[in-house]
């Protein structure tokens, strides 16, 4: 079972929509990271938190430490949002140095 | 300022050869991270240095594969006898620094994509 789990591996939706896309994870961590991967390939990290919430224009991050799981939400969603989102975790208590991923969402949103 | 950079940013070369890739991290940067993505498989971690040290190399997929830093700037990873599974993106990332329990933002270079023929 992969330490990072994400749903649903893949959404269409119609430009305007509400987007959740979530991430659970099953050991401790130090922080979890969600990211971005445009066609093409090349990754942007938007947000990384260890607790409570972020938002960034129509993006907004979330986190429950007691229930291993984050949201990512995009409100008023565009067609350029459309991507893969991938959500990512620094495991805490010894685990691997580097980031430990799910699995990735690819979003469509249609015009 | 300038983000990570890698080089190539396509290289095809034939089994058995080796080939190696450069990454130059954001200036300042002491944490300097390798990962690989695979053809319809995720991310995966391969290594990570702070400093020019890597503490930790059990990441790499074989002893095929090795990497090193120099000065705490560039670093390159070297993949020996190539076979046709090495194929795949490999991506860079830096970071201002790293500690044991604490994450930093990491920046991802643009990648080399790998092809074993």
């Known amino acids: 079972k992969n330490e990072v789990e994400q749903s649903p591996q893949n959404l269409t939706a119609q430009e305007g929509e509400f987007i959740t896309i979530n991430c659970s994870y099953s050991?401790?961590?130090?922080?979890l990271h969600w990211l971005q991967q445009h066609p093409g390939g090349g990754i942007v990290s938007l947000f990384m938190l260890s607790s409570g919430k972020k938002k960034h224009g129509r993006l907004i991050a979330t986190i429950n430490i007691q229930e291993k799981h984050s949201s990512l939400h995009i409100t008023a969603s565009h067609p350029r949002d459309s991507a893969v989102y991938i959500c990512?975790?620094?495991?805490?208590?010894?685990?691997?140095?580097?980031?430990?991923f799910g699995k990735g969402t690819h979003l469509i949103i249609q015009p | 300022g300038a983000g990570v950079s890698q080089s190539p940013s396509n290289k095809v070369t034939e089994k058995g050869k080796d080939v190696e890739l450069r990454c130059d991290p954001i200036s300042g940067h002491t944490a300097l991270y390798w990962y690989r993505q695979s053809l319809g498989q995720g991310l995966e971690f391969l290594i990570y240095f702070q400093g020019n040290s890597a503490p930790d190399k059990s990441g790499l997929p074989s002893d095929r594969f090795s990497a090193e830093r120099t000065g705490g700037s560039v670093s390159t990873l070297t993949i020996q006898r190539t076979q046709q599974e090495d194929s795949a993106v490999y991506l860079c990332?830096?970071?201002?620094?790293?500690?044991?329990?604490?994450?930093?933002?990491?920046?991802f270079g643009p990648g080399t994509r790998l092809t074993v023929t």
């Open positions: 990332a830096s970071s201002i620094r790293r500690t044991r329990n604490t994450s930093y933002e990491q920046y």
């Open positions: 050991v401790g961590i130090s922080a």
């Open positions: 990512a975790a620094l495991l805490s208590g010894g685990g691997a140095d580097g980031l430990t």
